[in-house]
């Protein structure tokens, strides 16, 4: 294998290297402590020049450099030495300089030294989530650090997930968590086109110590991305990364009817009258042997995920320089759902010969071209769509073939799906009907378009300078721009089109397109005191003035009768005002005006909206000896959402024991770090509702007659204001036995006042049955843990490294105050109780005389009667109670496994797929799930399916699909080699190369029956789920 | 030091950068409240925008769905998904029972209230006098309109005085939590509105997709029948009768058809393209047409040969001989248009031939004869000949031949359940669906006794407001 390599190598060699190289000598060795451990990515650099290279994680470097150069070795933490060169083997020992420990990046400051952070923020290492393929940002945060919950709705390329931050913070206003990426507040749906591998680390701010300076916008938590910069000094550093993956569909955990069992079923135990029910044994044998089609088989395909990436880091004395390029590309694994992707990204960074004055641009340009199939989540879909290929698998009839008979797919349907009629014509009715469902989807993801094109570009540029002793003063202006064009065929040669834009009409189809676009724009200055006023006390302080404005804008078109010729092109649209004539209603075998038709007449449509947000907030902070510190923040933020309240002021103080400092500790050896953190403050949340949410509006528009009509619009308190979250936070970080175990426990009680709810109305009174006001209070308690164990260190001995690591959070969120007790129906948000809580009747099975339904009346006693008033609160919540993730890093030489399995556990969602294929109501056009099979039919006998007599009973199901959603999921494991940079130095180009395969997703425990028990949405109701993933890759570090 | 200066510099940077008057910021795409009406014409938008949020017979709060679906017309389609299955299975609670219908008339209401209540703001100059009292009439005639709907769904019984009523919202509040006042009072309310309507009403304005004088009487003439003053309810009828003449068979079809006439049309919620309510919707899918509601098969057996609402009702791409029947309903058809654009006649004639024939059955001393020439009058047009109907015996004998012929002639116009609750104590029927009608599971039968003839106030409204009284039985 090695001699392989080499050899291959060396092509390479023979091809540029010698050229460019010839004069220079390689030089290696290997970097280490004091106490001579490997130092992984020091710096080795070539003194005057922009040469230089990292340190792998064996401390070992290789660099080519002229006799007589100097090459300075560093690394943080560490005091530099110089050398000079006179041999080809340079080991060098790296004293500790000042302590210098891990940072933690916080808002506004960049990064700090963690120990003097008393604020609650988990960090997630950048090298964690690189090379995953998962599209979305959020989406890779799942399992990733305590306190951090991460649902995604949909496994579709380019969908984003839910993030909640120590529970649901807010009922109606917005619950996500800010994200700033670089010092820009950016949207919070639009992940797609980012790319993860550009990210060097995100923090999540969780307590108001930390997020107060956000003030109204702070209240869910605030994540902020750090991307890649060039580290000064560290010279040309070129990478090359590639990934392929396929995806897979997950376990299917339930069981339909294949064509025997259903067409025995229809004729022998379904009431009524369907196709099932005149076949004979054999005939029925005859047609199930002819097809029996597993429809899961024909939706799911294998998609798969393609990356290459080449980013170039360079870094100077005074300037630093990280740039990169990424395609990539993403198949779902359905047809029709794919993802592809350019991004860049550059940061530039620069100071003074002097270092008082420095600056920085950052910039981020993406482009992603996605691809839509119909799911459960897509445009306000609810999953029931019968062209949504997760439909097919439950409903999807298995007695139809799929195919053609010359082998082909058939996207059309049979006679026996209603969509032929006995000529062979395609009947358009029945096309587009209940029982042509599996070909109407299959129709629909080949022949129509659902197609998101998004420009997304964040860019700032800031810059500082220390222009007086103690004092600095500094600003940045900061972008975030997204233009999504959104682009909608209905083919005239699809089934849907045969209905677009109606039946009659002669020409078909239809083309949408909406323009979207979003500007997010951030101005900031501030002025920084920072001052040792003696040895032992520090101080910092600073003030700052900021402006933010957004500005929405949106318009679109629907243009009808679409030329099958010029397919997506205006040019073959019908022109709006074509009259047709479909009827003849005085028979006079003339075209009469009252008999004109218009079916082609384009819609159209446009918006705007805006909002703007001007604060002054401030810091402090004291360190006393390292031992003691205390943190302030006040910011006071002016908003135009609320013309009557626009000011609100927002503040929190913190105060931190750095415990290990104490003298009194220098003896206990086995503790290395210990601290203890307190904080309380006060966030808001302004975000809720529309952005003129103060005032009363009235809506214009095509009314009555197609005339101009004025209506109110959604009626509104007009002194509403933010909702305020209270939050307080005491936690201790600590580390034992030279941090080996290291972790943070946290304990939090937040409690969110004058939340936007629904204040309850007198329709009768006043028109409307509730207006959203600040009336409800609601609170977060709950635990953060995040703990890690370095089991075995590698050592200049010991070749192994084993890492386990864990996170959990337990989360009690409770109304506290909610006019009217609860809002809701069946998942009600009530008074003393979680937010989104189940509300139903208590579902008690089949009596075994009689084979009838049963339920829990609203005293527990069994009834046969089901009463809506029975329903009782089931002590079920939707939001988890529980969630984390844990796993372990193991690394052996060049070897490394890492895995983190993902949980969420104590959620409970409606099962309402499962409840479609065990309605037997629907048995005469749907499969059904097996279980059906079982239904009563004799008394005596004990099921829980009732007595098909009952018909179907999904409007009397009481409680019956409320099920357990907790999942325990591997959610990524990766083994990697990386080549040892002895073997590498021989190549004279490469310095790192790193080979992995990775699984993601790969199993899920649960007891959900259905493909995926993840979501945000409450109800499941055939989700497109998130795939298995399995993907192989390498990186080349040159 | 004199880096110094450089502070109050930056910190004047500070506040300009969160500088105040950015922050007033107004909608682009919609009006504010407080300035949206300046002028006649913006009245004339807010009445089009008052009348357009009255359930134009689709879609969410429709009655024609409701007093077809949960009644004896209908039964479950061949391509029912569970499409409607509450209204079948006659699931009448306080949390979605009313299919909104409270909230969506009493929002109506308020936006006639809102009009009315800018329209208190503007001076009209002499020009726009007569343009200012039309809105005025009209949304005074919609008001009393839209309160009587509220107060036949939601009174257990209209036929007492002092009964409880509904609230009859006359302000516009955002703060009100009122009582139910007695179906006396309402009716006064009704008759207050509509008076006024009647005095403010030009009598140039004839365009019957709006309120008119004849829509005024129309409705004093269907009020007076439901609240039993029926010497009321023959004078406006014959006020009406004297006035219009009923659809032959060519123009009954017409009328539903593509509503291409309106001969014997009072009053009808115009559905145009692009502002269509899709009534037809109520029982099919979108697009293809598929039933998920069909009309009864007993419905479908008592329309006979010769009888125009035969081939009106039953649409062609009925199959009455496939087992099951499909019986496609055709009231709504696509048209002639298409786009199953079909306008909601909610007042005709015919139906106040059977007004008038009702007060005569039941009025003090009732003119039995009378009743049956009314209903005759109704079956003649019908059916294109001269029918005959015996002269009615006995109040009992009345009420069945009348309510059998509005059934006829009023299905899938949203009268079937009101007539089953208005008759029920009369000819002590509840609901009774045909057996054929109520397969699987579906209840056959609604006895008179249910509390589910009249609506739960609902939930909501109880929720909110400690001053409301739920009818009785939920």
Not at chain 1, 608 to 616: F, K, N, Q, R
Not at chain 1, 776 to 781: E, G, K, P, R, V
Not at chain 1, 921 to 926: P, Y
Not at chain 2, 32 to 44: G, H, I, K, P, R
Request: with cysteine.
């Amino acid at each position: 294998m090695r001699t392989k390599f080499s050899g291959i190598l060396t092509l390479f060699l023979a091809l540029f290297v010698q050229i460019l190289f010839a004069q220079q000598q390689t030089v290696s060795g290997t970097v280490t402590d004091d106490t001579g451990l490997p130092l992984p990515g020091a710096t080795v650099l070539i003194e005057g020049t922009n040469t230089g290279k990292t340190t792998d994680f064996d401390g070992n470097y290789s660099i080519k450099a002229n006799n007589g150069q100097t090459l300075v070795f560093s690394y943080v933490g560490f005091t530099s030495q110089k050398i000079k060169v006179t041999s080809a083997t340079i080991n060098v020992q790296l004293k500790q300089g000042e302590a210098l420990e891990a940072v933690t990046i916080v808002a506004y400051g960049g990064a700090v030294n963690s120990a003097k952070v008393a604020s609650a923020i988990a960090t997630v290492d950048g090298s964690t989530i690189e090379q995953v393929p998962i599209n979305s940002l959020d989406q890779i945060l799942q399992g990733a650090a305590a306190g951090v919950s991460v649902n995604t709705g949909s496994g579709q390329p380019g969908q984003s997930g839910t993030i909640l931050i120590r529970g649901r913070g807010s009922l109606q206003g917005d619950i996500e968590p800010l994200f700033v990426i670089d010092g820009v507040p950016v949207d919070q749906d639009n992940f797609r086109s980012l790319n993860q591998n550009d990210i060097e680390s995100l923090s999540v701010l969780k307590d108001a110590a930390a997020t107060a300076i956000y003030g109204n916008r702070g209240s869910g938590g605030v994540v902020i991305v750090t991307t890649k910069k060039g580290k000064k000094g560290s010279g040309l550093n070129i990478q090359y990364r590639t990934l392929y993956g396929v995806a897979v569909k997950p376990k299917t955990r339930f069981e339909v009817m294949n064509a025997s069992q259903f067409l025995t079923f229809q004729r022998d135990l379904l009431p009524g009258n369907q196709f099932g029910d005149s076949l004979s044994d054999t005939q029925i044998a005859a047609i199930s042997a002819q097809t029996n089609t597993n429809w899961s088989d024909i939706f799911f395909q294998q998609g798969t995920t393609l990356s290459h990436e080449l980013s170039i880091s360079t870094g100077s004395e005074n300037t630093s320089s990280y740039t990169s390029l990424q395609y990539y590309k993403q198949e779902g694994i359905t047809l029709g759902s794919d993802l592809k992707r350019f991004s860049f990204r550059n940061n530039f960074n620069g100071s003074s010969e002097s270092k008082k004055f420095n600056y920085g641009t950052t910039l981020t340009l993406n482009y992603s071209v996605n691809n839509f199939i119909v799911d459960a989540t897509r445009g306000g879909n609810t999953g029931g769509q019968l062209d949504n290929p997760f439909i097919v698998p439950y409903i999807g009839l298995p007695y139809l073939s799929p195919y053609n008979p010359d082998g082909s797919l058939n996207l059309v349907g049979t006679q026996g799906s209603g969509a032929l009629n006995a000529d062979g014509t395609v009947n358009a009715s029945g096309a587009n009907g209940f029982v042509n469902t599996a070909f109407l989807a299959l129709n629909t993801a080949r022949l129509n378009t659902d197609q998101e094109n998004e420009f997304k570009a964040v860019g700032s540029i800031s810059a500082d300078y220390n222009f007086a002793k103690n004092l600095t003063a500094g600003g940045s202006v900061g972008i975030d721009y997204t233009n999504i064009e959104l682009l909608q065929i209905t083919a005239p040669g699809s089934i849907r089109g045969l209905i677009t834009p109606s039946q009659a009409s002669e020409e078909k189809g239809s083309q949408s397109e909406t323009f979207f676009r979003d500007a997010n724009f951030i101005a900031n200055a501030f002025l920084r005191y920072q001052n040792d006023i003696t040895e032992d006390l520090s101080v910092t302080a600073s003030l700052y003035g900021e402006y933010n404005y957004s500005n929405t804008q949106s318009a679109g078109f629907t243009a009808f009768g679409l030329n099958p010729a010029l397919p997506g092109s205006g040019s073959g649209f019908t022109a709006g005002n074509t009259a047709e004539f479909p009827a003849d209603s005085n028979g006079d075998g003339v075209d009469d005006p009252e008999d004109q038709v218009f079916n082609y007449i384009p819609g159209v449509a446009s918006s705007e909206s805006e909002i703007a947000l001007a604060s002054v907030f401030a810091t402090a902070a004291i360190d006393y000896q390292g031992k003691y510190g205390i943190e302030a923040t006040i910011r006071r933020d002016q908003t135009s959402r609320f013309p009557k309240n626009p000011t609100g002021t927002f503040w929190s103080v913190a105060g931190r024991w750095n415990i290990d400092n104490e003298d009194f500790m220098s003896e206990v050896d086995v503790i290395s770090t210990l601290k203890l953190r307190v904080s309380y403050g006060v966030v808001g949340n302004q975000n809720v509702g529309s952005r003129y949410q103060g005032l009363q509006t009235v809506n214009a528009g095509p009314s009555y007659q197609l005339g101009t009509g004025y209506n109110l619009g959604t009626l509104v308190d007009e002194n509403i204001k933010w909702e305020t979250a209270n939050k307080f936070n005491v936690g201790l970080s600590f580390g034992l036995w030279n941090n080996r175990l290291s972790g943070e426990l946290d304990y939090y009680r937040e409690v969110t006042k004058d939340l936007f709810s629904q204040k309850l109305l007198s329709v009768a009174g006043t028109g409307y049955n509730q207006v959203t006001a600040n009336v409800a209070d609601m609170s977060n308690t709950g635990v953060d843990l995040q703990i890690a164990y370095d089991i075995l260190r590698k050592s200049a001995t010991n070749p192994w490294s084993v890492k386990i690591f864990a996170n959990g959070n337990y989360n009690k969120n409770e109304v506290e105050r909610l006019p009217g007790g609860f809002t809701g129906n069946t998942l009600r948000v009530a008074e003393g109780r979680p937010a989104n809580t189940w509300h139903q009747v208590r579902w008690a099975g089949v009596d075994p005389s009689n084979g009838q339904p049963l339920y829990l009346d609203i005293n527990g006693d069994i009834t046969n009667v089901f009463n809506p008033d029975d329903a009782v609160y089931l002590d079920k919540n939707f939001d988890p109670t529980y969630t984390g993730g844990f796993g372990a890093d193991i690394s052996y030489k060049g070897f490394t496994l890492s895995s983190l399995f993902s949980f969420v556990a104590d959620r409970y969602r409606q099962n309402s797929s499962l409840a479609i294929v065990e309605d037997v109501g629907l048995a005469g056009f749907a499969n059904q799930s097996t279980t059906i099979l079982n239904a009563w039919t004799t008394p005596g006998q004990v099921t829980d399916i009732p007595s098909l007599s009952f018909g179907g009973l999904r409007a009397v199901d009481g409680d019956r699909y409320i099920e357990d959603a907790s999942f325990l999921r591997l959610r990524n494991v990766t083994l990697s080699y990386t080549v040892d940079s002895k073997i590498l130095e021989k190549t004279n180009i490469l310095s790192g190369m790193r080979i992995f395969v990775q699984g993601t997703n790969l199993v899920t425990w649960t007891k959900w029956r259905g493909f995926d028990p993840e979501s945000n949405q409450s109800t499941g109701f055939f989700d497109y789920p998130v795939p298995r993933t399995f993907s192989l890759g390498f990186d080349l570090n040159f | 030091m004199k880096k110094y200066f450089l502070i109050p510099i930056i910190i004047t940077l500070l506040f300009a950068v969160s500088c105040d008057d950015q922050l007033e910021r107004f909608p682009v795409d919609s009006l504010v409240e407080e300035t949206a009406y300046q002028s006649v014409s913006d009245l004339e938008a807010g009445l089009r925008g008052a009348i357009n949020s009255i359930n134009r017979g689709g879609g969410t709060a429709s009655l024609i769905a409701f007093n077809s679906i949960f009644t004896d017309n209908t039964r479950i389609g061949g391509n029912n998904g569970g499409q409607q299955l509450n209204l079948l299975n006659q699931i009448l609670n306080s949390q979605t029972g009313d299919q909104g219908t409270w909230a969506d008339r009493y929002n109506a209401i308020n936006n006639f209230n809102r009009v009315l209540a800018g329209a208190a703001a503007i001076t009209p100059g002499a020009s726009e006098t007569s343009a200012y009292n039309e809105v005025l009439a009209q949304c005074y005639a919609f008001r009393a309109y839209l309160h009587h709907d509220v107060l036949t769904y939601y009174s257990e019984d209209l036929l007492n005085g002092s009964a409880l009523g509904v609230h009859y919202q006359n302000t516009v509040s955002t703060s009100d939590f009122p009582a139910r006042a007695t179906v006396a009072e309402n009716l006064t309310e009704i008759d207050n509105d509509l008076t006024l309507a009647a005095s403010l009403m030009p009598s140039s304005s004839t365009d019957k997709n709006f309120a008119t004088q004849d829509f005024i009487t129309f409705l004093r003439a269907r009020v007076a029948l439901y609240s039993g003053d029926y010497t009321t309810a023959i004078s406006n009828a014959n006020s009406l009768i004297s006035s219009y003449s009923l659809a032959n068979q060519a123009q009954y079809t017409a009328m539903f058809n593509g509503d291409t006439d309106t001969t014997e049309v009072i009053f009808k919620f115009d559905n145009v393209q692009g502002n269509n309510s899709n009534i037809a919707f109520n029982w099919i899918f979108t697009g293809t047409g598929g039933n998920f509601i069909e009309m009864s098969t007993e419905l479908f057996g008592l329309f006979t040969t010769g009888d125009v609402r035969r081939t009106v009702n039953v649409d062609p791409a009925s199959d009455p001989g496939a087992n099951p029947p499909l019986l496609t309903i055709g009231k709504y058809p696509a048209g002639a248009d298409t786009n199953y654009i079909n306008d909601y006649k909610a007042m005709r004639l015919s139906e106040i031939y059977l007004i008038r024939a009702e007060a005569h059955a039941r009025k003090a001393a009732p003119d039995f004869a009378a009743a049956s020439a009314d209903v005759n009058a109704v079956r003649t047009a019908r059916f294109g000949s001269p029918q005959t109907t015996a002269a009615y015996t006995s109040l009992n004998e009345a009420i069945t031949g009348i309510k059998a012929e509005r059934r006829l002639e009023l299905c899938y116009e949203g009268f079937r359940f009101v007539d089953l609750k208005r008759y029920r104590n009369i000819l002590n029927q509840g609901i009774e669906r045909d057996a054929s009608d109520c397969a699987g599971g579906i209840p056959c039968s609604l006895p008179v006794s249910s509390e589910k003839f009249t609506f739960p106030i609902p939930q909501a409204e109880i929720n909110a407001n400690p001053n409301m009284t739920q009818n009785s039985g939920y």
